[in-house]
Structure formats: structure tokens, C-alpha cells
């Protein structure tokens, strides 16, 4: 079982503590938050609910059923294209609950919400072209490459190719 909720102020220890037991996990496929980001903490989970309360975008924690954080999943820059309403979705699981099906689920359970809840028509997703298992979450998840798009960005001071994916829910 799999809960999605949006982050709130009393999730901070929760969210830390996840974001430390798992930073070099992430760090070797996605770029570092740095050190700057676990020192001021608290001012980051600040700056994001005020992101949240003005619309910006919209961060959720996925618990199991013991409560534990098992990842995050994030709608950002909502916008409107073509009288669509857009939102980018990033996802991260903890190294523990990776491969086990977990960020599909949270996908997959944030793609209900946006179309639902949210009002959103179309989400998109970029991952990196070396992490086949991040490839696969938006693949299960009825998303489609987007061709044509050839994006180059550094993480940890490596060149990396992306996928582009979008889905219409």
C-alpha cells in the first residue's frame, strides 16, 4: 500500500532524515543538493510550501503503510500551452524501496490526481538516458517518448542525455 500526500511543515524531520539516508544513493544519478541544502533545511522546506501555497508547484511525499518515505514525487512549473494546463513531474525512491514498483505506483497515483484533482491535461517527464530504471516508471506509467527533443544537462559535473516523455491524462 502506497499513500501520496502533500508536503507540509510537520514532515520536515521525516523528509531530512530520508533526504540524508539516501544522498549518495541519488547523487550518483542525479546532481547533488549540496551542502548548503541539508545545512539550511529548514529554509528549504520554507521556500517550498510557499512555492506549494502560491501554485507553483506542488511536492508529495510517498509513505508506505509503516509511514516510512519511500520517495517524493513533484508537479513544477504548471502552465498552460495551448489551452492544455502542463505540469513537469519529477520522482525519487529511497535506494531501500527501489525496484520494487514503488515509483510507478506514486506515478501513477499523482497522474489520477493531476487529472482529477488538479485539473492538469498533461505531464512530462524528463530522465536521464543512463537510468533505465527511472525510464522505466514513466514507460509503465502510459507515457511516450517525445522525439525530436535532444536535451544535454550536467550532473555532478558530467554531460548527460535525456528522455523526454509526456502523457495526456
Not at 1 to 18: N, R, T, V
Amino acid at each position: 500500500m502506497l499513500h501520496i500526500s502533500l508536503l507540509k511543515e510537520s514532515d520536515a524531520k521525516d523528509l531530512l532524515q530520508f533526504e540524508l539516508e539516501n544522498r549518495r544513493y541519488f547523487a550518483a544519478s542525479v546532481t547533488d543538493r549540496g551542502d548548503d541544502y541539508f545545512s539550511n533545511f529548514q529554509t528549504v522546506m520554507a521556500d517550498d510550501i510557499g512555492a506549494q501555497k502560491r501554485g507553483e508547484c506542488q511536492y508529495y511525499l510517498a509513505r508506505n503503510s509503516s509511514g516510512d518515505i519511500v520517495g517524493r514525487i513533484n508537479l513544477r512549473g504548471v502552465e498552460v500551452q495551448a489551452n492544455l494546463q502542463t505540469a513537469s513531474l519529477g520522482y525519487r525512491v529511497g535506494e531501500r524501496f527501489s525496484g520494487k514498483g514503488y515509483a510507478t505506483l506514486a506515478v501513477s497515483l499523482i497522474c489520477e490526481k493531476a487529472k482529477y484533482e488538479l485539473n492538469i491535461h498533461q505531464l512530462k517527464a524528463m530522465v536521464s538516458a543512463q537510468n533505465v530504471g527511472s525510464q522505466r516508471v514513466p514507460e509503465k506509467s502510459g507515457f511516450r517518448v517525445v522525439d525530436g527533443i535532444p536535451t544535454r544537462f550536467v550532473s555532478n559535473g558530467k554531460t548527460v542525455q535525456a528522455i523526454h516523455y509526456i502523457k495526456f491524462v
